[in-house]
């Protein structure tokens, strides 16, 4: 996952700073790719955290530390018993549909780099509608154009990804977010 978080916050820095003023193809795919695994995260943060046994695999003893170290590694491992962590069996799951998703379901011509002339972006759980927010007054959507919006534009997206949400959502400054 951080081979997708990572080129997303360069980018997303980028575009803070103002050293990005659009998004090309290359850019499309970095966002499109971050987008997908929010989106897979949100619908999938529930899964399994127990162990799952497998047939026929023996497992190694392994110390707490080695077994950290070879996650951070993305190297999976078997406890004694043939016993693997659900959580890493779910991980690969999430890799495949982040990328099928970012790649085959996603349907995104455009991200548009979008100022807020006045107001404050929400920020759902669980993303519905394409749009990233990157600071209280700056977001991707799409499709879009780059460009700035009113108030009342602020106002519409707030009340749908607040709509979207499952569980919470946030801003910095509530009293500053159009509703």
């Not at 995104?108 to 929400?122: N, R, S």
């Amino acid at each position: 996952m951080k081979s997708i978080e990572d080129p997303f916050q360069d980018l997303a820095k980028n575009i803070i700073a103002g050293r990005v003023l659009t998004i090309d193809d290359q850019e499309k795919r970095i966002v499109n790719e971050f987008f997908a695994l929010w989106y897979m995260r949100s619908r999938y943060r529930s899964l399994d955290a127990q162990e799952i046994q497998a047939n026929g695999v023996t497992g190694t003893n392994l110390t707490q530390d080695m077994e950290e170290k070879l996650e951070k590694h993305g190297t999976m491992f078997a406890r004694p018993g043939g016993k693997f962590l659900a959580r890493q069996m779910n991980g690969i799951m999430l890799q495949i549909w982040t990328y099928r998703y970012a790649g085959d379901a996603l349907p995104v011509t455009q991200w548009g780099i979008i100022y807020a002339e006045d107001g404050e972006f929400i920020v759902p759980d669980v993303p519905l509608h394409t749009i990233i927010s990157l600071t209280p007054t700056l977001c991707l959507a799409s499709p879009a154009p780059d460009g700035t919006i009113i108030r009342q534009n602020v106002a519409d997206i707030n009340r749908k990804v607040m709509e979207a949400s499952q569980a919470y959502f946030f801003a910095r400054d509530f009293s500053a977010c159009p509703i």
